[in-house]
């Protein structure tokens, strides 16, 4: 197995070394932005809702039409709080994690949800 | 140090943090091979009343690769779990700890050893107790007799150990970390111009008071080793690959309202180490954390750092004229093959009479051990260079003075190895920041866990 990165092959694929450079670092989750546009959100499951803004966009790009799970989460992953790291306000891609699972999703119209409940 | 805060983002997180990395043949138990992983840099011994504990939401692994190819074979993972038995005292006694289920002891830590291989997950134990770490002759006044009994023998003849030890790595921090000084040889030092020293002084042990978390485990070779013991030295295959690494869940997020840190998402390497000052001495500073997060076989793109290590070029500049064998090989620019093969490759048959522990081709940090060879009977600190095969580079003994074995083979000394034109200098095979083994006031153990009896914080430090 992979030694840097244990999830769920199904969720969190080893890495490429490049690809691996361009990760979130452990604490740019809880600092904020590594790229233009990202937004944390932090939900405890049942216990709250939004808890974090840390950047908005002011770059363009075409939002996905609807949602787009661009891979599964295993039933198994789902214990315990899920957060949820928006990635880019602009294509609304949103990376979602859960137990030891991690699963990328884009979203406009959610995503514009979450923004008005911020303002 | 060895590789304690040697990253600046590890640096703010130490129970995530690797300090050491051992491997050696058992010397009591010649059939298995020992390992042992390090945690939490500097512990002061009175750390109360919070006393030092490992991460729960850390995943400690130590990984063995068998096959050449610098990927996990086995990997032994260790997870903790904390425990509050009265969560209503700040105490962490309320009396005396006599044993491991003394109603005394308020915060408990438990672990988990899990196996893995061939893609398979097997849970060797669970439930095994951590010993308390050594307060006082009051809350722990038979400390060694109660570490002891947190020596577990689970399934497989395997020993496993989680606690508090005695750091024993020696290094004079104090005089590196000021810009080289080694201070036997201080007076031949640059100094900038300010002639501070005239003369010798002793080495002194920064870590010579200070505990760390071990994690250790007792393995028979046949398990370790790519179909069964191989028991001859000039087989590839009697050689493994070792090195620890922590990961945390990538979200890890302060519930304010809780009170309690929340943790999500999948584990992520965040600490890595094998040889002893690999990432702290020839990482530079802006790629250590990007390094503790690669796995060794993506090493190679480190190969440079090892080929032309900065602290060769500093010691003819920072010790004029003590170097210049050294001074014109840094010069010429020539690749140092002989550092490529003792860290990144091993050391290939053919080199070192009787000796070998050669991985192959891949250029991976890993302490390479060939359990072949036995236990010496008559050990040198120097390890292969002292002419002692059971020790550094050949794995890791918990007495090696790795610091002076890296300090002399940068500065030359095994340059020869691979070519037999060049004279080290004079110097080379003196250097040392003047320790030995005998700097660790603790000692060490003649059996598992063999690092020594933590430092009590009641005597620590001593008035």
Known sequence: ?????????????????????????????????????????????GAGTAVALTRQTTQTAAPAARPIAMAAMPPNAMAGPLVVYLRDTNTGEMDVFAGTGQVRVRDSALVAQLLRAMR | MSSHREAPEIAKDPVADSTDVYAFVSPDRPDTVTLIANYIPL???????????????????????????????ITYQFRFQTMLTNPDTFLYNTGPILSLNSPNWNSRQFYTVTRLSGGRSQVLASGLSCPPCNIGPLSTPDYARLAQSAVHDIPGGIKVFAGQRAEGFYVDLGAVFD?????????????????????????????????????????PISQLLWGGRHGDVADQASVIGVWTSASRQRVNLWDAE?????????????SRLANPLFNEVLIPLGLKDLWNTLPPSDDKRFADRVAHP??????????????????????????????????????????????????????????????????????????????DLAGFPNGRRVFDDVVSIELRAIAGVTVPLVDKTFTP??????????????SVPSGYLSTFPYLGVPYSGFSTPSS
């Open chain 1, 1 to 45: 197995m992979s030694p840097q990165s244990h999830a769920d092959p199904a969720v969190d694929t080893p890495a490429t070394a490049s690809e691996r450079s361009r990760l979130m670092s452990r604490r740019s989750v809880l600092r904020g932005a590594t790229g233009v546009g990202a937004v944390g959100l932090a939900a405890a499951t």
């Open chain 2, 43 to 73: 512990e002061g011994p009175a750390g109360g009343p919070n006393f030092y504990s490992f991460g729960d939401e850390v995943l400690y692994e130590i990984h063995v690769d068998n096959d050449a190819d610098a990927q996990a074979d």
């Open chain 2, 179 to 219: 810009l080289a000084d080694l201070r036997p040889f201080e007076q031949l030092h640059a100094q900038y111009g300010m002639n501070v020293f005239s003369g010798s002084a002793p080495g002194v042990n920064a870590t010579a008071q200070l505990n760390v978390h071990s994690i250790a485990i007792q393995v």
């Open chain 2, 258 to 270: 809780r009170s309690q840190v929340v943790t999500s998402g999948p584990f992520h390497q965040v």
């Open chain 2, 310 to 387: 900065e602290l060769a070029g500093l010691l003819p500049a920072l010790y004029p004229g003590v170097f210049p064998n050294l001074d014109k090989l840094v010069k010429s620019s020539k690749p140092r093959a002989d550092l490529e093969a003792i860290l990144l490759t091993g050391i290939p048959s053919g080199i070192v009479t009787g000796f070998q522990n050669f991985t192959g081709p891949v250029l991976a940090d890993m302490l390479r051990l060939n359990t072949a060879i036995p236990p010496s009977t008559n050990a040198s600190q120097l390890g292969v260079l002292g002419g």
């Open chain 2, 425 to 438: 200098d004079a110097a080379a095979s003196k250097v040392t920041d003047g320790l030995t083994a005998a």
